[in-house]
Each structure stands twice: as C-alpha cells, then as structure tokens.
C-alpha cells in the first residue's frame, strides 16, 4: 500500500474514531464550559476596569484647560481618595494608602519610547483587595472617577487666582495700604469678568438674575461705595495704625521711585537729542528720490529710524507722567503721616469698615465663583469622561473567553481520543 492511501486512511480513521466519541467529547466541553462560567462569575467583582478620555483644546499638548501641566497621578492624590473614602462612607474601614494601592492606570496607545505620544486616553483599574464586602470594586472605581473629575475641573478648569484673597496679613496693613490693594484687587476682578462675558457669549446661565455682566456692575458697585467711602474717611481723618512705621516705608518707596524716575528721564532726553540729529540729517541719510505720476519727481523720507525714536519718547513719556502723579500721591500720604489722629473711636470706625468690605467682598466672590462653575460646567462638561466596563452575562461571566478555551479543551480531547485509538489498533494488529 503507497504511503499516500495509507495516511489518508489513518485520517479517516481518526475522524470515524472522533466521530463516535463525539457526545463525550461534546459532554467534557460543556463541563469545561460551565466550570469557567461558574469560576469567572465568583471573581467578576474581584475587579473593574474604565476608560479616562480627555477631549478639550490643550489635552494633545500634555496640558490641563487653564493651561498647566497635565499629571494623571492626580487621580491617586490625597484629595481624591480621601473624598471618595468619604462618599463611599468607608472612613475607618478603608486608608488612603490602601486605596491607592489597589488602583492602576496604564496610558492607552503604545508603550515603545519610540512610538510614544502624549496619551489622552487612560485605562483605570481597581481590585477589591481591601474594600468591604458591602461595597464592589465598580461602584468604588464610579466614586473615585467622580470625585477625580470634579477634582480636575475645580483646579483646572480655569485659572482663577484673581479671585483668591488672603487675608491673613490684612491687620497688619496700613489703612492707606489695605486701600490701595483693594483697589487693585477690584480692577482684576472688574477685568476678569469683562473677559469672561466676552468669552461666554451667548452662554445661556443657571444662576437666576446673575450674570458676569450683572457681577461685574456689584464689583464697581462695591468699589464706589465701600471701597470710595472707607478711602475718602481714612484720609480725611488722617489715620495711621503706625504712621512712623508708615513714613517710613513711603520714604523709600518715594526714593525708589525718584531713582527710576531719573533714569528714565535721563533717557527720554537721550531720545529726543537723537530726534533732532536725525531731523538734520533727514536730507542725506532718510531722504529718497520717488516719483509718480501725480506729482513727479519728490523726496519722501523713511520713517523707520523715526518711528522707533518717537515710540520710545512717548513710552518714557508715559513712565514720567505716571511716576510724577505717583509722586504727588506719596507725598501727600508723608504730609499726613504728620497730621495722624490717635482718635480711637474713628480708629474702630475704620476698622468696622475692613471688616464689612471684607465680608462683602468675600461674598461677592462666592457668587462670581457660582456662576464661573456653572459656566465651567457647561463648556468642560465632557473636557474628561469616564465609561466603566459594565457587568452583563458576556463580560460577567466572560462567555467570549471562556467559549474558546472550551473549544481548545474539545481539540486536545478529540486530539487525545485518536491518539488512543491508534494506539489501541496497533496493539490489536499486533
């Protein structure tokens, strides 16, 4: 018998030999089946798994909203667990530290330096290895994404610093200080809510009967009565916490002005020298031939050196006017120093009325804050999304998976079956 016919028949053979074990074979599958059902569906919740996706403007350079450096490890910052600790109810029963060990993020896309990019999209996983019973790895990993969401757009969302006002120091200041950096104080935040009325557009708001327009007409409100009233009272009474103290710190300031002041001065007259020299040699050096059809043949002169002469005179003219109106405000701050009042009762007077601009301003920046999350809300809303895996028949008891482990288990059964048959035939032919 040819070699060929002989192997054709020990195919046919093995597939006959298959075909009649077929519902053992079959039986030992479905077993196997069950088994990994049954096996995967206890360890379902031993974990869970979401992806993070970043989608806003700056996300594909590295960098948050407001524009600084984006760090994925905040999601296992103190802040975010110890809050998701507290929304879970888990204070007590679950540390901080465990928390953060039981949670892994791997950035999505290729790990090869090589091919390495800026990653927007994360995969978050988190094992149930120190959570309580009554509560499941998916429903702590929700809480965490939550709270890290918030988290991110609380900090990042915007840069909102012109809002932040540290009192800490403010019985130390001046009262002619403590004006002055109200002042400033007011301006930013006047400037802060024109840009973002301009930026909102035609944003339609949550906050009834509040707008940044309306927010930016209760700051100028509140600098035109509060701030004007304290400001017109304290220089009016001359009243000084220290006003030697005081004398002297306007001294130097005063000097530290004039010196700056001088220089500028110094090259301002340095401009307008070179201004004349150039105005005299206008004729040789920034005159040229043109001609057109109009008039003919004319000397036009270039205006480069010019202009570059005039912009910075009238810079540095600008600097003098604004160091000598400084000048004047300072002096007549020193001449008061010598007129202070020790009258305590407008001393109190004035302190009742830093403690009200206090209270009033820190209230107006909880409503413009409102309102700025509200806005934030809307625009970043889907800037960071989060989708957990969900827990069904196919991912629960991973039926995809566990059908083609069965079917490698019936190929090595079926594979074992013909093996002994073969044997087996051999053995009776022999």
Known sequence: MRSGDKNRKKFSYALIEVWNHKFWILFLMFVAFVILCVYSSLHAEDSASANLVLRYEHAYEGLNPNGSRFNINELMSEDVMSQAIEYAGLEGELGIEQLQNSISVRAAGSQDPKKMYIATEYTIKLANTYLPERISARSMLNLVLQCYKN?????????????????????????????????????????????????????????????????????????DIYLNKYTAYITNNNLFRDPMKYRGKLEYRRFLISQASKKNNEMYMINQDALGMYDKAMITFVMIPMYDDVNGMQMTRTETGMDLLTESSMSLAKILEVDEQELKVINGAIARTYMAEKNPQKHETANSMIQEMKQSLNGLIKRILHVVHDYEESRYKNSISYNIETYSVMTGYRVKRNAILVLIVGLLASGVNVVLAMVKKEDKEV
């Open 151 to 223: 988290y991110f757009l609380d900090h990042y969302g915007r840069n909102d610093g012109v809002l932040e006002v540290d009192w800490s120091e403010a019985d130390s200041w001046e009262y002619l200080e403590f004006a002055d950096i109200m002042g400033v104080k007011i301006n930013n935040i006047i400037a802060y809510l024109e840009t973002m009325q301009v930026e909102s557009g035609t944003y339609n708001y949550k906050t009834e009967g509040e707008t940044f327009r309306s927010l930016q007409d209760s700051v100028a409100a509140f600098r």
